[in-house]
């Protein structure tokens, strides 16, 4: 089973699934289709869920049964999942994939069983294979109604490790701009660590999503300061937004400063100025078309080596520094929320957890006792 990117007539792209004989199966497409335009889902999310449901369907094949009757057999995939390679000759002597990534997996599977429910394709009894305490699930009560008044439990989850925010030092930051040859270069590592933008949302931005102004009323913008509007849109470089919902985050003088400087360089190698995309390519053919993703990854890779440093940087780790310092500064877990572009407020708490650092200033900074106290001369 694999997934492919397919364009629509409106322009709009989405992931299928086709089998080995290039097949496609309407019900996941159906269903992936629904994610792209019926949710609103980002292409990411879409192409995240092909590829998981892509394995689930490997692995029907595998045992012989179809997608339909394989609920009782979850337990199996799972253990597949995490045993067993694409073109599996026997299980793994390590684990294939880690916890993290199972739940993940399942939850796409999960989410397709459930609009095939809803559709009719399945029966709802599937539902109880799925998840625990659905005894309250009466015939003629939909299970979206029930959930919405309790949590179900799922079954085939996986214990997964404290989650871990794998962030860049300000050390290794400093080494990247160092190493960077570009004004373009400085400001995307800048971008995203002093802004915690995402890749997608970097690379999607266009030039009337900057307003790096003390007033930008004459932008039509009441946000008073040096900010960017992030907004999730279809864009030819496969660069977009994961929410649908736009946010404004605040720039520093040192982001408008980095953001100049690259201004004044493109202005010389792109003067035509061929793309309202703010990020482009200048160094490579053709110049002035936006980047894409995968060549942001290759920049930070020659950055890292460039630099010399011990593990190669990710934009990932750029955007935790972000949250790592704004939470180490006194940030909250709802400003949080909101910088980042976050759906959940418990994705933000992960950079909450104090260091031993802060811990200690915490206690110090309660007053102590002083002499002459009722409860010092007990």
């Given at each position: 089973?694999?997934?492919?990117?397919?364009?629509?007539?409106?322009?709009?792209?989405?992931?299928?699934?086709?089998?080995e004989?290039?097949?496609?199966?309407?019900?996941?497409?159906?269903?992936?289709?629904?994610?792209?335009?019926g949710?609103?889902?980002?292409?990411?999310?879409?192409?995240?869920?092909?590829?998981?449901?892509?394995?689930?369907?490997?692995?029907?094949?595998?045992?012989?049964?179809?997608?339909?009757?394989?609920?009782?057999?979850?337990?199996?995939?799972?253990?597949?999942?995490?045993?067993?390679?694409?073109?599996?000759?026997?299980?793994?002597?390590?684990?294939?994939?880690?916890?993290?990534?199972?739940?993940?997996?399942?939850a796409?599977?999960r989410?397709?069983?459930?609009?095939?429910?809803?559709?009719?394709?399945?029966?709802?009894?599937?539902?109880?294979?799925?998840?625990?305490?659905?005894?309250?699930?009466?015939?003629?009560?939909?299970?979206?109604?029930?959930?919405r008044?309790?949590?179900?439990?799922?079954?085939?989850?996986?214990?997964?490790?404290?989650?871990?925010?794998?962030?860049?030092?300000?050390?290794?930051?400093?080494?990247?701009?160092g190493?960077?040859?570009?004004?373009?270069?400085r400001?995307?590592?800048?971008?995203m660590?002093?802004?915690?933008?995402?890749?997608?949302?970097?690379?999607?931005?266009?030039?009337?999503?900057?307003h790096?102004?003390p007033?930008?009323?004459?932008?039509?913008?009441?946000?008073g300061?040096?900010?960017?509007?992030?907004?999730?849109?279809?864009?030819?470089?496969?660069?977009?937004?994961?929410?649908?919902?736009?946010?404004?985050?605040?720039?520093?003088?040192?982001?408008?400063q980095?953001?100049?400087?690259?201004?004044?360089?493109?202005?010389?190698?792109?003067?035509?100025?061929?793309?309202?995309?703010?990020?482009?390519?200048?160094?490579?053919?053709?110049?002035?078309?936006?980047?894409?993703?995968?060549?942001?990854?290759?920049l930070?890779?020659?950055?890292?080596?460039r630099?010399?440093?011990?593990?190669?940087?990710?934009?990932?780790?750029?955007?935790?520094?972000?949250?790592?310092?704004?939470?180490?500064?006194?940030?909250?877990?709802?400003?949080?929320?909101?910088?980042?572009?976050?759906?959940?407020?418990?994705?933000?708490?992960?950079?909450?957890?104090?260091?031993?650092?802060?811990?200690?200033?915490?206690?110090?900074?309660?007053?102590?006792?002083?002499?002459?106290?009722?409860?010092?001369?007990q």
């Amino acid at each position: 089973m694999r997934a492919f990117l397919v364009r629509l007539p409106s322009g709009c792209r989405y992931w299928t699934v086709l089998d080995e004989t290039f097949r496609p199966h309407p019900e996941v497409d159906e269903f992936l289709l629904h994610v792209r335009l019926g949710r609103d889902g980002a292409e990411s999310t879409t192409q995240s869920y092909a590829i998981s449901l892509a394995l689930f369907l490997q692995w029907c094949a595998s045992i012989g049964k179809d997608w339909r009757d394989a609920g009782p057999y979850l337990g199996r995939f799972v253990y597949w999942l995490q045993h067993y390679r694409r073109d599996p000759t026997g299980p793994s002597a390590t684990a294939v994939r880690g916890p993290r990534r199972v739940n993940s997996i399942m939850a796409a599977v999960r989410s397709f069983l459930r609009h095939a429910v809803a559709c009719g394709q399945l029966s709802k009894d599937a539902l109880t294979v799925l998840y625990e305490s659905l005894e309250m699930l009466r015939p003629e009560i939909e299970f979206e109604q029930v959930a919405r008044q309790h949590r179900f439990r799922s079954r085939h989850r996986l214990s997964e490790p404290a989650p871990v925010t794998d962030n860049a030092s300000d050390d290794e930051v400093a080494a990247l701009l160092g190493a960077a040859r570009h004004a373009r270069d400085r400001f995307i590592v800048t971008a995203m660590w002093r802004m915690g933008l995402r890749r997608g949302e970097l690379l999607g931005l266009r030039g009337s999503d900057i307003h790096f102004l003390p007033n930008s009323s004459v932008l039509g913008c009441g946000f008073g300061g040096a900010h960017l509007h992030v907004v999730r849109r279809d864009n030819p470089n496969q660069a977009s937004a994961k929410s649908r919902r736009s946010r404004v985050v605040p720039a520093d003088w040192f982001t408008v400063q980095t953001y100049d400087q690259y201004v004044a360089e493109r202005a010389f190698l792109d003067p035509d100025h061929r793309s309202d995309f703010v990020v482009v390519n200048l160094f490579t053919t053709p110049v002035g078309v936006p980047m894409r993703p995968g060549g942001l990854n290759e920049l930070l890779h020659r950055l890292s080596g460039r630099a010399e440093l011990p593990r190669q940087i990710l934009p990932h780790m750029l955007r935790h520094s972000f949250a790592t310092s704004v939470a180490a500064a006194g940030g909250t877990a709802d400003e949080l929320r909101e910088l980042l572009g976050h759906a959940w407020i418990s994705s933000s708490q992960v950079y909450l957890h104090p260091s031993p650092d802060r811990l200690r200033g915490a206690v110090d900074r309660v007053p102590s006792p002083r002499p002459g106290q009722p409860w010092t001369d007990q």
